[in-house]
């Protein structure tokens, strides 16, 4: 069993940055990719950015169109940790964050169906 808590949400005006932080912890060595997704009330959850690794390789990552060149996802192989850097942000990117971890492939890292282990999110919201 794995346990995902995400932590670093907050309120910001729009313009600031946040940099949200995943821990996956527990028992499943066989993980091998984290991905960030978000939902807004009224929408159905959405990517957001991936990263997917081998062994101690720093990974690939991987993002959804809408958050390309303003979001950016690491990994720190020491601790298990993974971060998303959201900078710019806009009143569009007020949602419920949620980390998840898992094994997916190419054609699901993008997915829901990709991951395993989720957490409860944490809330960004923006505002001025």
């Known amino acids: 069993q794995v346990h995902v808590v995400e932590s670093g949400g907050g309120l910001v005006q729009p313009g600031e940055s946040l940099r949200l932080s995943c821990v996956a912890s527990?028992?499943?060595?066989?993980?091998?990719?984290m991905g960030w997704f978000r939902q807004s009330p009224g929408k159905e959850r959405e990517f957001v950015a991936a990263?997917?690794?081998?062994?101690?390789?720093?990974?690939?990552?991987y993002y959804a169109d809408s958050v390309k060149g303003r979001f950016s996802i690491s990994r720190d192989k020491a601790s298990s940790a993974v971060y998303l850097q959201i900078d710019n942000l806009k009143p569009e990117d007020t949602a419920l964050y949620y980390c998840?971890?898992?094994?997916?492939?190419?054609?699901?890292?993008?997915?829901?169906?990709?991951?395993?282990?989720w957490g409860q999110g944490t809330q960004v919201a923006v505002s001025s």
């Open positions: 990263i997917r690794w081998s062994g101690w390789s720093s990974g690939n990552t």
């Open positions: 998840a971890a898992g094994r997916p492939i190419l054609s699901t890292i993008r997915t829901m169906r990709g991951y395993v282990y």
């Open positions: 527990g028992s499943d060595n066989s993980i091998n990719g």
